[in-house]
C-alpha cells in the first residue's frame, strides 16, 4: 500500500505542469461534447485523437486520451437526461429517472447530479486504481470464461428490477434484446444466424445502431406526437445544477455501492460498463426508502447508473495496463494508443516507465475535478436543450443520430434499420414493454453465450466447469442473493410486521 | 370480423403481441437450419420468450374479456387516445405518421443526393411539417446545422458521411 502511495506521490511532479492541465481541460470539454453526440461516444472519441497524438510526448498525450475517455463517459449522460438518448449504453439506465426529471422541469439538478455522481465514482475508481492496480490485476486473470458467465447471468438478474409494473413484460423484452443480438454471425461456430438470406444482416445489428433506433428515434416520434412545444413541460427550476451536485451527497450508501459496483466491473476485462450501470441502478432500487419513486424521476435513479459508469474508467485501466488486455472498447484504442506512443502495456511498465504509470494515477484524479469544473461552467447551456421548440429540435436530432448509426459501420442501410427498430420500439413504449431490459438482453446476450460455449470448450464438455473454483462459488452465492433478495425483503418486513 | 381484427391491432398491447408471434415463430423456423452448437441460446430464449408471450396474451384477453367496454388493460391504447379526444389523436396520428414518411423519404433522399443536401431538405421539411412556419428562420437553422455537422464530422474529424448517387 505505501508503494503505491509512494508511486503516486512520485507522479505529481511529472502530471502537474500547466501544459498538461490545459491538455485535461481541452479533452474534458472536447469528450463530454463528442460522448454527448449520440452514436460517438468514447471509442470513438478517442480514436478521433489518434492523429493528433502521434508524435506529442507520451505524458501529455495519455492526460489529452484520459481526459477524452472520462469526459466521453460523462457526456453520454448528458443526452440521457436531456432527450432521453444515451450516448453510450453504459448511459442507458440514466434515461429510466434523468429525463423524467428534465420532463418536470429538473433538468439542471439531474445533470448536477450526474456530474456529481461521475466524480465521485471516478475519484473512487481512481482510488482503487492507484492502490490495486497491480495485485487487482492479475486477480483478474482467474476470471475464465465460466466465471465470466456466471457474472453476465447474475447481471441478467437485474431485468426484475427494471421491469417495473409489468415484470413479464420486462422478461419478453429482454427475450426479444437477445434474440435480436443473435442475428449475424456466430462468433463460436462462424456461421450466420437469422439473416433471412440479407446481406446486410450477416454481421448482425449493430448496439450504436440499436441504441439510436430504440432511444433517439422513438424519442424524436414520441416528441412529435405530443402537443407541447418544449421538452420540459414547466419551466427550468433556477439554481438546479448546484442543488443537484450537492443533493448527491445526501445518498452516501448509493453513491459508494454504485462505484463500488462500477469499478468491480471495471476491472473485469470483457464485461462493460453497459453492464455496470444496470446493475447499479438494481442495486440502487432495492437498497432505497422509495423504490417505488425509481422511474418516475427520482435522483437515485441517476445517482446509481452514473456513479457505477464512471468508476469503470479508472479500473478499467487495470487489466489494460498491467495485462495488456483491454477491458472494454475504449481501451481497446487507449491500448493501440499507447503502443503509437511507443509503450509496451504490461507488468513491466510499472519498473521500464514508473513516470507514466505514476502520472497516469495522478492525472485521473485531476481529471475528476476538471470534471466538475467544466461541467458547472457547461451544463447551465446544455440544460437549455429542454427549452427548445421541438418542431427544431427533433428533425436535427434525427439528423445527428443519423451520422452516428452511419459512421457505426459506414453502412446506409443501418440508417435504415435504426428506423425500423425505432418503430418497433415506439409500439413497445406504447404497450408499455420497458425498452431498457431489451438493451440489456442484446449487450449480454452475445457474451452469455459466448462465454457458456467457451468454458464447455475449455472443460471438454464438462458443466461441472460452472461450479469447479472458488470465485464461481462466490459468484453463484452473490446471484441467489440477487435473485432471492426481493423475496427475502418481502418476508422479513412481513415478519417484522406479524412481529409488531 | 374484419373490422374487429383491425380495431384489435390498433391496440398496441395486441399489435405488440402479434409482432413477437410472428417474430419469434419465424426465428424459431429458422433455428432448425442451424446446426447444433449454434442454435442452442437462440432456441432456448425463443422458447421461454414464447411461453411468456402466450402468458401476456391469457392475461391480456382475460382481464379485456372480463371488462364490459372490452378495452385492454395496461398499456396506452389507440382506443383511448380516441375516448379522451378525437381531434387530438387526429392530430398526433397525422404528425407522426407524416413524420415517419419523413423519415423514410429522408433516407431514399440520402441514397440518392448524399447527406447534406438530403438533410438540408429533411430539416426544413420536418419544421415545417412540425408546425415551424417562420420561413427565413426555418431555412437558416437548417443551413446552419448542416454547416456545424459537416465542420465538426467531416472538417475537422475527416469522417466519412454517407455519399449518394449524384453527390
Known amino acids: 500500500m505505501l508503494e503505491a502511495i509512494d508511486y503516486f506521490l512520485s507522479g505529481i511532479s511529472h502530471a502537474f505542469t500547466w501544459y498538461n492541465m490545459l491538455l485535461i481541460l481541452v479533452g474534458m470539454l472536447l469528450g463530454t461534447f463528442l460522448g454527448a453526440l449520440p452514436g460517438i461516444g468514447p471509442p470513438l472519441a478517442v480514436a478521433l485523437l489518434l492523429p493528433m497524438v502521434f508524435g506529442m510526448d507520451p505524458i501529455p498525450a495519455l492526460m489529452l486520451i484520459l481526459g477524452v475517455y472520462n469526459g466521453g463517459v460523462y457526456g453520454g449522460s448528458i443526452t440521457a437526461i436531456l432527450i432521453n438518448t444515451p450516448g453510450t449504453a453504459g448511459s442507458a439506465a440514466t434515461t429510466i429517472d434523468g429525463y423524467p426529471m428534465a420532463q418536470k422541469g429538473q433538468a439542471g439538478m439531474a445533470l448536477g447530479a450526474a456530474l456529481s455522481a461521475s466524480v465521485v465514482g471516478g475519484l473512487i475508481s481512481s482510488v482503487i486504481f492507484i492502490l490495486v492496480a497491480l495485485p487487482f490485476g492479475k486477480f483478474t486473470l482467474k476470471f475464465g470464461p465460466s466465471e465470466l458467465f456466471l457474472l453476465i447471468l447474475v447481471a441478467l438478474a437485474t431485468v426484475s428490477r427494471l421491469a417495473g409494473k409489468y415484470p413479464i413484460k420486462g422478461l419478453i423484452a429482454t427475450g426479444i434484446g437477445c434474440l435480436l443480438a443473435y442475428i449475424g454471425f456466430d462468433r463460436i461456430t462462424g456461421f450466420t444466424r437469422f439473416d433471412f438470406g440479407i446481406r446486410l444482416l450477416e454481421d448482425g445489428l449493430d448496439l450504436l445502431v440499436v441504441l439510436i433506433g430504440w432511444f433517439a428515434v422513438t424519442e424524436v416520434m414520441f416528441l412529435v406526437s405530443r402537443k407541447t412545444e418544449t421538452i420540459s413541460t414547466t419551466g427550468l427550476e433556477k439554481g438546479g445544477i448546484l442543488k443537484g451536485v450537492l443533493q448527491v451527497f445526501r445518498y452516501p450508501k448509493n453513491l459508494l455501492t454504485s462505484s463500488a459496483i462500477g469499478a468491480f466491473v471495471g476491472a473485469v476485462p470483457g464485461i462493460g460498463m453497459a453492464i455496470a450501470n444496470f446493475v447499479a441502478y438494481a442495486t440502487a432500487k432495492d437498497g432505497s426508502k422509495h423504490p417505488e419513486k425509481f422511474g418516475t424521476g427520482y435522483i437515485e435513479g441517476v445517482i446509481a447508473p452514473e456513479a457505477s459508469n464512471n468508476a469503470v474508467t479508472g479500473t478499467s485501466l487495470i487489466p489494460t495496463l498491467v495485462l495488456g488486455i483491454p477491458g472494454n472498447p475504449t481501451t481497446a484504442v487507449m491500448l493501440g494508443a499507447l503502443m503509437i506512443l511507443g509503450l509496451r502495456p504490461g507488468v513491466g511498465l510499472f519498473t521500464t516507465r514508473p513516470e507514466i504509470m505514476s502520472s497516469m494515477m495522478v492525472g485521473l484524479i485531476i481529471i475528476q475535478f476538471a470534471m466538475l469544473l467544466t461541467g458547472l461552467l457547461t451544463l447551465r447551456y446544455y440544460q437549455m436543450v429542454t427549452k427548445v421548440n421541438i418542431a427544431v429540435l427533433s428533425p436535427i436530432i434525427i439528423a445527428v443520430s443519423f451520422v452516428g448509426a452511419f459512421i457505426a459501420r459506414y453502412n446506409c442501410y443501418d440508417l435504415l434499420i435504426a428506423v425500423i427498430l425505432g418503430l418497433l420500439a415506439y409500439g413497445m413504449r406504447k404497450a408499455e414493454y420497458p425498452v431498457v431490459c431489451a438493451v440489456l438482453g442484446f449487450v449480454l446476450a452475445s457474451e452469455l453465450e459466448v462465454n457458456y460455449h467457451r468454458a464447455l470448450m475449455a472443460s471438454r464438455g464438462n458443466l461441472g466447469t460452472f461450479f469447479g473454483s472458488p470465485i464461481c462459488t462466490v459468484i453463484i452465492a452473490l446471484g441467489l442473493l440477487v435473485y432471492l433478495w426481493p423475496l427475502m425483503k418481502r418476508l422479513m418486513l412481513k415478519l417484522r410486521t406479524s412481529g409488531s | ?167
Open chain 2, 1 to 167: 370480423m374484419l373490422k374487429k381484427i383491425s380495431a384489435n391491432l390498433k391496440d398496441y398491447e395486441v399489435l405488440m403481441l402479434v409482432i413477437w408471434f410472428i417474430f419469434i415463430f419465424v426465428l424459431l423456423f429458422q433455428a432448425l437450419n442451424i446446426n447444433t452448437r449454434g442454435r442452442q441460446f437462440p432456441l432456448l430464449i425463443a422458447l421461454v420468450t414464447l411461453v411468456l408471450v402466450m402468458a401476456q396474451s391469457f392475461t391480456h384477453f382475460r382481464i379485456a374479456c372480463k371488462s364490459e367496454l372490452g378495452s385492454p388493460v395496461g398499456g396506452t391504447t389507440e382506443l383511448e387516445d380516441v375516448k379522451g379526444n378525437k381531434e387530438e389523436a387526429a392530430f398526433t396520428r397525422k404528425r407522426l405518421l407524416g413524420f415517419v414518411g419523413l423519415l423514410f423519404i429522408y433516407w431514399i433522399l440520402i441514397r440518392i443526393f448524399g447527406y447534406y443536401t438530403s438533410t438540408f431538405v429533411f430539416l426544413a421539411a420536418c419544421m415545417w411539417h412540425l408546425g415551424y412556419k417562420k420561413k427565413i428562420t426555418l431555412l437558416i437553422t437548417s443551413a446552419a446545422t448542416v454547416v456545424m455537422i459537416y465542420l465538426l464530422f467531416s472538417w475537422a474529424f475527416h469522417l466519412r458521411m454517407p455519399q449518394g448517387l449524384l453527390f
